[in-house]
């Protein structure tokens, strides 16, 4: 099976999901998204997938929001939006069977939440890890539900005011992802990981991820943060200044 911008392949019991977008280092669009949900609506009623791996076609997992698409604070918008029913990012964080993400290269802002919506994150050593969204004049709003919990209040702290690039070593430390592997090995580490998985009963499962998740809420704080940033200048002059390869001018 497989879209413009999203591959899915099975393989021993588990649905590998790709963003296909090497081009632009997986940058995820609103075509994507849309995309992307659609797969993961498909492989959550398929009875013989037991595990649902994410990761990139190329270099990298995902570089984040894609600027230059138009359509992209659309985007950002829906995603938060939990009743609207299109929300990728929900449907990702709520789908009842475990989710891994393979990190092959750059988890940068919008791509990195994406991950981090996921039950578990393995990591090449070549990964880099990083949240860019007040670097544009936003903000990032997923790891505004769930970093802190990942990481500790003054850590996420840190990684989001900073927006600094850290190590899969480093990420790894710090709690924010589970495994780091050499480069070559990572898509065997995921599925010792999906093998060990299918051991264990689908209903327990699902239950015990819907229960650990049980407190993930806050999309409604982070729709209003983002329509906050969304409704001023900043935003914009974040999204041009990226595309024209200078520094912003804030507003204040």
């Given at each position: 099976m497989s879209d413009k911008n999203i591959l899915c392949?099975?393989?021993?019991?588990a649905a590998i999901i790709k963003f296909n977008r090497p081009e632009k280092k997986n940058a995820l669009s609103l075509e994507l998204m849309e995309e992307l949900r659609g797969v993961l609506e498909s492989v959550e009623n398929d009875d013989d997938v037991r595990a649902v791996v994410i990761t990139g076609v190329g270099n990298a997992f995902s570089s984040g929001a894609d600027l230059a698409d138009l359509q992209t604070f659309q985007m950002m918008e829906q995603q938060l939006d939990a009743s609207s029913g299109?929300?990728?990012?929900?449907?990702?964080?709520?789908?009842?069977?475990?989710?891994?993400?393979a990190v092959n290269g750059y988890a940068l802002g919008h791509g990195l939440e994406c991950a981090l919506m996921c039950d578990i994150i393995i990591a090449s050593d070549k990964a880099v890890f990083g949240f860019i969204g007040p670097l544009r004049g936003?903000?990032?709003p997923y790891a505004m539900i769930r970093l802190a919990d990942e990481v500790g209040r003054a850590k996420a702290k840190?990684?989001?005011?900073?927006?600094?690039?850290?190590s899969a070593e480093e990420a790894l430390r710090?709690?924010?992802?589970?495994?780091?592997?050499?480069?070559?090995?990572?898509?065997?580490?995921?599925?010792?990981?999906?093998?060990?998985?299918k051991n264990s009963a689908p209903l327990a499962t699902k239950l015990t991820k819907q229960a650990i998740n049980r407190e993930l809420g806050g999309y409604e704080y982070s729709l209003k943060a983002f329509k906050e940033v969304a409704a001023g200048g900043d935003i914009i002059e974040g999204a041009v200044a990226f595309l024209e390869k200078r520094q912003p001018k804030w507003s204040e």
């Open positions: 392949e099975k393989r021993n019991n299109k929300s990728t990012m929900i449907k990702l964080i709520n789908l009842e069977k475990p989710t891994i993400a936003s903000v990032c840190e990684l989001l005011f900073t927006c600094d690039r850290i710090i709690g924010l992802i589970n495994k780091v592997v050499p480069h070559e090995k990572l898509m065997d580490a995921v599925f010792e990981i999906v093998e060990r998985m």
